[in-house]
């Protein structure tokens, strides 16, 4: 973790991290897709660095030493990274899965957890209580800290409220509200704000990424996501596609695309349509793609229907039936009232939707 592989819009929260963090714990917060674990692991290493002072700037890892070249081989024995079995390939990271295994055992042939395991915690808090290997301090970095279950999270609790000696903990979240606020209480907080525009798109650019304005204000701004947006087929074209198939009541693009993502489109389309028909302006989209026109009412309608998919879009539904009745009722929404035929909105989409 040198400075040059850090996330550009990392340096300043990074610099304010190693300047400002006293304690034991620290949550690193902020919207996803702006680099919460990145951060974690870059204070992590900054902490375990054996480094000299003066090849640390701003008292980063040095990326030279042996601790430092222990961190990128994944095998520091101070340092214990707990995510979810579901996020271990695409960050890199499987020690969650071997601190969980005699729970996980079982079920290791099911799908992949995304829940941080009770096994995996009771392991951490067990690396914690063990005297150090290397004479510094021993770190559990926690991503993202939400996917602890309450049974987990109230066990981490004791020990976050007793630490031993040489613990510290880095707990990394996009949904902090859904973390007991105990274990928010016990902790030194940093936010993480979202990155500015000209710093993402040219990281983006710098990735190869084609359009990375549009791809960006499709991911709401978060540089990350655009990069798994772009892997399940969201990008620039087919966003920019978007309002005009919706508008015609086509899914075509949407068919492809896995339903979280499908509703997520929806509701950014759904809100911009909103924004335009009020006189604000749109966020996701280009203005002209958006300013058709909607209907107030209608649009804030859909919107209260595809907040309440977005809830289910998690669990197994019939899903292209579900795209088909979603894009219908923003198809109505988006065109002028008198466009509309009264006869054809009394089906409640998601009616159709539950349907088994
Ligand atoms: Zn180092």
Known sequence: MTGSSLLPWLEAPLAQALHATRGHALLIHGPQGVGQFE??????????CEGEASVRPGGRACGHCSACHLIAARTHPDLLV????????????????????EEGASKSKAKPSKEIRVAAVRAAIAFAQQTTSRGGAKLVVLYPAERMNPTSANMLLKTLEEPPGQARFILGSAAP???LPTVRSRCQVLRLPLPGAQLAIRWLQSRGVAEPQVVLAAAGGQPMDVIERLALGCDAQAWQRLPREVLAGQGTTLAAWPLPMVVDALQKLC???????????????????????????????CARTL????????HPLNAPLGIEALVQTLHRALRSPAAVSSSRERASPLATLRRP
């Open 39 to 48: 951060l974690a692991l870059a204070v992590a290493a900054a902490t375990l």
């Open 307 to 314: 907040r309440e998919a977005a809830r289910n879009a998690e």
């Open 177 to 179: 509200q859904r973390l």
């Open 82 to 101: 707990l995510v979810p079995e579901v996020l271990q390939l695409a960050l890199g990271w499987s020690g969650a899965d071997e601190a969980g295994e």
């Open 271 to 301: 809100h911009d349509a909103l924004a335009c028909a009020v006189g604000a302006a749109p966020r996701y989209f280009a203005a002209a793609s958006v300013s058709g026109g909607g209907d107030v009412a209608r649009l804030t309608a």
